[in-house]
């Protein structure tokens, strides 16, 4: 399949995944919209866009195990510094189709944190383990790498970057799919366990 249309398939699936997780952005206008690389690529997304599922409700935090915790907290952290990372060089991309799917993952993962984190017990045995985030994920490096940047680096760098921090997230919800015990936050791990892996053959320029 050409690389552009691999790029326009997944950025439909991104946003559709996005809209499936459960609880959308606090703020659906603001929610960003890809730049458009090419009019097959604006298509998809706009379409994928248009047909997100609403609002999901809450997990009973009865029907999850310790592991289902410490999974969506971990998920939480890190799609936390997707957004990070991808905020951080959005304004300076070169690239059409880089900025698309850096919009789509975007406004993916927005949506999959505001699920996730409606899903977190807020009491109970695993409030604990609910309130960290695991914030950072060691790629505090990573994060000065696209800071400093050259303008005509930031391109390959957020490939890079990206696509490790996207490869330990499929790695993530992969382990999370074999254990956990609550079927929605396993298929949760079953989606994001695809999406990053798709991410990464992009960006990494896997055939």
Do not use: K, Y
């Not at 952290?77 to 990372?85: M, Y």
């Not at 991309?93 to 900025?99: G, K, N, P, S, V």
């Not at 993962?109 to 695991?134: I, K, N």
């Not at 490869?167 to 990053?196: F, K, P």
């Amino acid at each position: 399949m050409p690389r552009r249309t691999r790029l326009a398939s997944l950025v439909a699936a991104l946003l559709l995944t996005g809209g499936c997780a459960g609880s959308p952005t606090s703020n659906p206008s603001a929610r960003p919209q890809p730049a458009p690389a090419s009019p097959a690529g604006s298509a998809a997304a706009g379409s994928a866009g248009a047909g997100a599922a609403p609002a999901g409700d809450a997990i009973d935090a009865s029907t999850m195990s310790g592991i289902d915790v410490v999974f969506l907290s971990t998920m939480v952290g890190h799609s936390e510094r997707t957004l990070q990372i991808v905020r951080l060089a959005s304004g300076r991309l070169r690239d059409d189709a880089l900025r698309t799917l850096a919009a789509a993952i975007e406004a993916t993962e927005a949506d999959e944190l505001a699920a996730m984190r409606g899903w977190l017990p807020t009491t109970g045995p695993g409030a604990s383990a609910a309130a960290h985030h695991h914030e950072g994920h060691g790629d505090d490096a990573a994060l000065d790498r696209l800071r400093t940047a050259p303008d005509p680096d930031v391109d390959r760098v957020l490939r890079e970057v990206l696509a490790d921090h996207q490869r330990s997230a499929a790695d993530l919800a992969r382990a999370q799919v074999d254990v956990g015990r609550n079927e929605r936050i396993r298929d949760l791990a079953r989606r994001i366990e695809q999406s990053r892996t798709a991410e990464v053959e992009l960006l990494s320029g896997t055939p």
